[in-house]
Structures are given as structure tokens and as C-alpha cells.
């Protein structure tokens, strides 16, 4: 979920890149474990087991603590378990509610791993069950660990899975950096033909190296962007570290209306990380 995001026009050019984006999977989600290809090996992981109310592990999570974040979203972000904690049954639930607090009238939390995990190239893959309503705004993706030296979109973003509530069979893949972003972001998105991404948990993925970064979901491959492909300076070969969040409201969504119920909760079963095998 990029920095500083002004995305009317971007759902609609979202809309009408490539005709890959009519790839689905069918109605039936995804079935549990989901193992990587050979060619990669495992280097981090959460299964997020433990017991209800407890906070994820800090050893490999920060959270990120205010609002706006440059995008016009409405929560306040905490680290509050109300907001982030494991729910009991091997999955963390991230939790947007509406409550008045700290001058803003929702809470959410946004997870970080920066300072604590801070990889190089890789496959990175969670397995989520997403919220639903109007205004809602989960997302995993990957921000470069030189943020606050050369700011965005220069230290470069991989938004591995951004979805907007109120569309809930689409989900995009995207990448910004320097001449490429906001609006004029490379996107493709992909539609889940027959379901929606807040009934069933899905996987997704992307796998990033030195020539090329690729979208996964379920393991459908349905975007691929080379390093030759953008029209400026290619930002990818430093560290990234891992971001989990709901958002509410923001420019790209809009704000939440009257049908929006909640709280609503993105479940997030595991989060893996794998180097390619030399």
C-alpha cells in the first residue's frame, strides 16, 4: 500500500491492463499448507500459533503506530491486541474497528518486520482470509528498508496483495519506485472467478530476484514485471522488510458508508519467507 497514494484513476487503469487478469482459480479456496517449489528454501516464517489475545511475536513483528501514513486513511494504527493478536486457532487477526480513539473515529493495526527482518530477493507468501465492506483496505507488501534515508517511492515497494473491500473477487499485484508509481504504478489484477477473497483463505505470493519479480495466487502465476520493463530506475536490488495492515477509508477506497459492518478482520494463517537454492 503505497506511501503516498492518490489511486482514483488507478482502480480504473487497474481495471483495463491486461487481459491476464481474467485468470481465476474457481470458486473452492485454497486447501491449507501450500508448498513452494524445490528451488526454494525456507529462511523465516510465523505460524502465529499460541493462545487467544496474545500479541504477535515481537522478535519478528513492530507495528507501525499513528494515521494517515500519506494516503488519506481514517484509522488510528495501534498495538493493541483489540487491534493484532492471535485468535487461538493458528491465525493472527488483524481487526479494524469503529471506536473513537485518539481523534479518529476507527482503529487498525499495520505489522511490520523493519529492524528485525530485512531480506534481499526471495519468495514471500502468506495465506489470508480477507475482510469485506466498502472502505476497507488490507494488504501485504514489502517496503524498502531505506525509507527514511531517500523517502518513496525511491526506496522502492512490492505490494504482493492489495484489495479493496467493496470489490471482493479482485485482488492487485504491484510494484512503485521512482517514474512508476501512484496512478502511474505497474498493476495487473487478478479475479477470483465464481468466490470472494473474504470467504476462504487464499495464498499469495510473490517471488523476487535480480531480473524479475512474479505474482502468485494459489499458485496461478498472473503478473510478471522484468527489470526492463519499467520506465524508471529499478529499485529492487536492496532490502525490503514484510508489512501487514487493514486500512480504513484512504483515497483509493473511499470512505466507509452504511453497509460497511464492523469490526472486520483479515485472518492471516502463516507468513513464509524462502531464498532460491544456489
Not at 486500512?247 to 452504511?258: K, L, N, R
Request: proline fraction near 6%; aromatic fraction near 14%; hydrophobic fraction near 40%.
Amino acid at each position: 500500500m503505497s506511501w503516498t497514494r492518490f489511486l482514483v484513476s488507478f482502480l480504473l487503469s487497474g481495471v483495463a491492463l491486461l487481459p491476464l487478469a481474467a485468470l481465476g482459480i474457481g470458486a473452492c479456496g485454497d486447501s491449507g499448507g501450500g508448498e513452494a517449489p524445490a528451488e526454494w528454501i525456507p529462511v523465516w516464517e510465523d505460524e502465529f500459533e499460541g493462545p487467544a489475545g496474545q500479541l504477535p511475536d515481537p522478535g519478528k513483528w513492530g507495528f507501525d503506530i499513528g494515521t494517515d501514513w500519506g494516503n488519506g486513511q481514517l484509522e488510528y494504527d495501534t498495538d493493541r491486541a483489540e487491534n493484532a493478536s492471535l485468535d487461538g486457532n493458528g491465525n493472527l487477526a488483524i481487526t479494524a474497528r469503529e471506536e473513537s480513539y485518539q481523534g479518529r473515529n476507527y482503529t487498525s493495526a499495520r505489522m511490520t518486520t523493519e529492524n528485525k527482518f530485512e531480506p534481499t530477493y526471495g519468495r514471500f507468501e502468506a495465506r489470508i482470509k480477507l475482510p469485506v465492506g466498502k472502505g476497507i483496505w488490507p494488504a501485504f507488501w514489502l517496503l524498502g528498508a531505506d525509507f527514511d534515508a531517500v523517502g518513496w517511492p525511491q526506496t522502492g515497494e512490492i505490494d504482493v496483495m492489495e484489495y479493496l473491500g467493496q470489490r471482493p473477487q479482485e485482488v492487485h499485484g504491484t510494484i512503485h519506485g521512482p517514474g512508476y508509481s501512484a496512478s502511474n504504478a505497474i498493476s495487473r489484477m487478478y479475479i477470483l472467478e465464481g468466490s470472494r477473497f473474504d470467504l476462504d483463505f487464499h495464498r499469495f505470493a510473490v517471488e523476487w530476484d535480480q531480473s524479475q519479480i512474479r505474482w502468485f495466487v494459489d499458485d496461478s502465476l498472473y503478473h510478471a514485471v522484468d527489470r526492463t520493463d519499467v520506465p524508471g530506475e529499478w529499485v529492487f536490488d536492496h532490502p525490503f522488510y514484510l508489512i501487514l495492515n487493514v486500512a480504513v477509508g484512504g483515497a483509493w477506497p473511499g470512505p466507509p458508508d452504511a453497509s460497511t459492518r464492523f469490526p472486520q478482520t483479515m485472518l492471516v494463517d502463516w507468513v513464509r519467507v524462502y531464498r532460491k537454492a544456489q
